[in-house]
């Protein structure tokens, strides 16, 4: 157990010591700032909506262009065969990525938070929404950083890796809204596999156990899939 | 230390290991010799634990692989080929890491990097960035960091190539150090290497064993016979011939060169008898100008058994 920390201090500091993170963190709040922001004044209301509407898709792409190094770039310049031979459970080094993504996806949230202060300046804003909506948004960057832990542990290319994971996230951000003409029964089902109707619970400031759930079943699942595609390189 | 029974490995259909068995015992520097695709990593993957042995068996002192696999990875050191290591971080965080990973406390850490960074010279470029180190650098760089935990058995994938041959030099030098207290296997498909480092080698070809000794074993093994290369003055080839007849221990007398009085000439013996031939030149008033043994190197048995067929 305690052997998760080092590697997740080994790749938090591999991040940050890259100028890819900053890159990728700015690209996210400038996206999500410009989306906001171009619509805020002509709404005219003081809520963080339209950041939280657009959250899911944007997090779609950016989320899997952090995940896609985690074991793509392991395997390909082969300190993977380093990592795998220290006495460590598999579950571990799972874990001790899986953390440092958190962390990440936690930092990446954390200049967004200028928004809602500035806005709070202005106008009247009501902060249970809000902090509801940030912890849906952790869930929904974590949930989706497990989708790309896995893929980076189907292949050595961060291209492929970056793709596969966008695919799946975006599959799931989108479920809800590709099911127009589709009959009642089939609709409730498919929305409870949608990241983006649970998340949208959040955002509206509904705090539901079952939407926790949800994220933490799509953690468990991807993690253990990671698990089984790692056991079956040996 | 470590005993190897019927291991068996396919890759798919591919099959790159072929119930191969052997022993080593503590304090044996190990080359296992092949050329390229023989299977030397595939062997030293199995042992690491990295990969999955389709069958057989692998003992690491009381410990199976399969079921103990934690307890044997805690006393074994492995440095795959080309040390693949994080570019981004600095040498000193890397130990650390590395330390941290193998449960060794804080208060002990320093003290280890600071003595694996002075045997292996690199206490100077603590602070330097990983991606910036030269390839014999980083080389000792990946030595130290399988060094920290003191490991037991130390497995290294070809430890020198792409090294200059003052590293080369140096590497070797460093890795006989270690052996002296540890178990030492190592790949290589450099036959002086393998000569210079290792007490005994095994040579794999197409997934199996072919050859198991130390050098000089092989040798006599596997030529058997001796070679001397005589020079002698004030002789002639018939009267030596003459001479060395009644021998049986003498395969064959050839004559390289005579010129003037001096006379070159090669014996191939069945085995050493070098004492009775300086008896016999002894009695006649020859001048001996060179007698001695021709080296035979194992490079010569390798070439014969891992090209038949």
Known sequence: ?234 | MIEVKDLTKYYNKFLALDKISFKVSRGEIVGLLGPNGAGKTTTLRLLTGYLKPTSGSIKVKKYNIIDDYLKIKAIMGYLPESVPIYKNLMVYEYLSYVGAIRGIDKKNLLSKIKSVANRCQIKDILEKDIGDLSKGLLQRVGLASVLLHDPEVLILDEPTTGLDPNQILEIRDLIKEIGKKKTVILSSHILSEVEATCSRVIIINKGKIVADGTPSELKEKYLGKTIINLSLKKANFDQVKNCFQGIEEIIAINLIEEKDDTLDIELTLKNDIREKIYNIIKQRDWIILEFSKKKTSLEKIFKEITTEN
Request: charged residues 10%.
């Open chain 1, 1 to 234: 157990m305690q052997r998760i920390f080092p590697i997740c201090l080994k790749d938090l500091k591999d991040y940050f010591y890259s100028p890819i993170a900053y890159i990728i963190i700015s690209i996210f709040i400038l996206i999500s700032g410009w989306f906001f922001f171009s619509t805020f004044f002509i709404l005219n209301q003081a809520s963080l909506r339209d950041f939280f509407e657009l959250l899911p898709i944007t997090m779609s792409f950016i989320v899997p262009a952090i995940t896609m190094r985690s074991f793509s770039e392991e395997f390909s310049i082969g300190s993977y065969e380093i990592l795998a031979t220290f006495p460590v459970k598999l579950n571990d080094i799972i874990f001790g990525k899986f953390l440092a993504l958190c962390c990440f996806i936690f930092f990446m949230l954390l200049p967004t938070l200028f928004f809602p202060i500035s806005i709070s300046f202005i106008g009247n804003l009501d902060w249970g929404p809000v902090i509801c909506g940030y912890i849906g948004a952790f869930l929904l960057g974590i949930s989706y950083a497990s989708i790309g832990l896995f893929a980076s542990s189907l292949t050595k290319n961060q291209i492929n890796a970056f793709i596969i994971g966008s695919l799946i996230c975006i599959l799931l951000s989108l479920m809800d809204k590709l099911l127009l003409f589709m009959p009642e029964s089939v609709v409730t089902f498919f929305n409870y596999l949608s990241s983006n109707f649970h998340f949208q619970n959040f955002s509206k400031g509904l705090f539901d156990i079952r939407d926790v759930i949800y994220f933490f079943s799509i953690i468990f699942i991807f993690l253990y899939a990671t698990n089984i595609s790692l056991s079956y390189r040996k």
